[in-house]
């Protein structure tokens, strides 16, 4: 399979100033990644053409993330925080699409947290239209767009592959993909194997996260990888693959809280994307 590997920037750095910048496009690329894929929370903060460079520079592609919060929720009631939440997200398509990116993806349907009560309906609703609303202006760059399934601590709208793809379907946007992460499934998922299935035939597998249990070095958690693998090779699955770890060695502002990072799942950045990369190619390769 001729899979992009991607890596996320949280492997390298937690901010994008120039010398970050730097280094974490310089490290993607010297650890043999195809792609790296931007922390794109606050999306107007990045310096558009110096990345650009950087990524010419090094041969490679970027794609985007990011989760939304209180203030720019679009699963929310409020109007004007589903409003703060379109402008969130319309910044960073114009990154993506800036950089000649093809990707935006992430919990661009809803606060990345937890929640202390289900979604509405007039929530979902609201969520439903926006990302609608994002793939249309997405489509005319090329660029598409992914929801990625969450455990229940980090949203209330798409905790399994099931809700993702009845969303898709209300949302009916051709550029418009379900994206699953390993940590994620194995929190939520009746197995590893299913989801992907499932997405597959609904023709709307577009993007993946490797992520192992507990967020540090793949292959040395409880994830089913033989299991995952499998099913990608059933389905011929050729689209992008990004590996995605975080340790209390890399802070981001918002995110590591977001995302509940406490300890150091590792200290060495190189060494721990260079062994994901032999990890990834050695069990796409078998
Ligand atoms: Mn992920």
């Known amino acids: 399979m001729g899979n992009a590997i991607g890596v996320h920037g949280m492997v390298w750095v937690g901010g994008?100033?120039?010398?970050?910048?730097?280094?974490?496009?310089?490290?993607?690329?010297?650890?043999?990644?195809?792609?790296?894929?931007?922390?794109?929370?606050?999306?107007?903060?990045?310096?558009?053409?110096?990345t650009a460079r950087l990524l010419e520079k090094h041969g490679l592609a970027a794609a985007a993330s990011l989760g939304l919060d209180d203030h720019t929720d679009v699963s929310s009631t409020d109007d004007a925080v589903v409003r703060a939440g379109r402008r969130r997200l319309a910044d960073a398509l114009a990154l993506v699409r800036d950089l000649g990116g093809d990707y935006l993806g992430g919990v661009v349907y809803s606060k990345l947290g937890r929640y202390d009560r289900p979604v509405s309906e007039r929530g979902r609703a609201n969520s439903i239209e926006t990302i609608a609303a994002l793939a249309d202006e997405a489509r005319p760059?090329?660029?598409?767009?992914?929801?990625?399934?969450?455990?229940?601590?980090?949203?209330?709208?798409?905790n399994t592959v099931e809700q993702a793809l009845a969303f898709i379907d209300e949302a009916d946007r051709p550029n418009?993909?379900?994206?699953?992460?390993?940590?994620?499934?194995?929190?939520?998922?009746?197995?590893?194997?299913?989801?992907?299935?499932?997405?597959?035939?609904?023709?709307?597998?577009?993007?993946?996260?490797?992520?192992?249990?507990?967020?540090?070095?793949?292959?040395?958690?409880?994830?089913?990888?033989?299991?995952?693998?499998?099913?990608?090779?059933?389905?011929?699955?050729?689209?992008t693959i990004t590996?995605?770890?975080?340790?209390?060695?890399?802070?981001?502002?918002?995110?590591?809280?977001?995302?509940?990072?406490?300890?150091?799942?590792w200290r060495d950045s190189m060494d721990l994307a260079r062994d994901a990369r032999g990890f990834l190619r050695a069990h796409l390769d078998s």
């Open 176 to 239: 418009l993909v379900a994206h699953l992460d390993t940590y994620h499934m194995n929190i939520e998922e009746s197995s590893m194997r299913e989801p992907v299935l499932a997405a597959h035939r609904a023709g709307r597998l577009g993007y993946i996260h490797v992520g192992e249990s507990h967020r540090g070095r793949l292959g040395t958690g409880t994830i089913a990888w033989r299991e995952f693998f499998a099913a990608l090779a059933e389905v011929g699955y050729g689209g």
């Open 243 to 265: 590996f995605e770890s975080f340790s209390s060695e890399v802070v981001h502002p918002s995110l590591s809280s977001a995302l509940a990072i406490w300890r150091d799942t």
């Open 16 to 50: 994008w100033s120039r010398p970050e910048a730097e280094r974490a496009v310089a490290s993607t690329a010297e650890a043999g990644y195809d792609l790296i894929e931007l922390p794109a929370l606050d999306p107007a903060s990045f310096d558009v053409d110096m």
């Open 141 to 158: 760059s090329g660029v598409t767009v992914g929801v990625e399934i969450c455990n229940r601590y980090e949203t209330n709208v798409l």
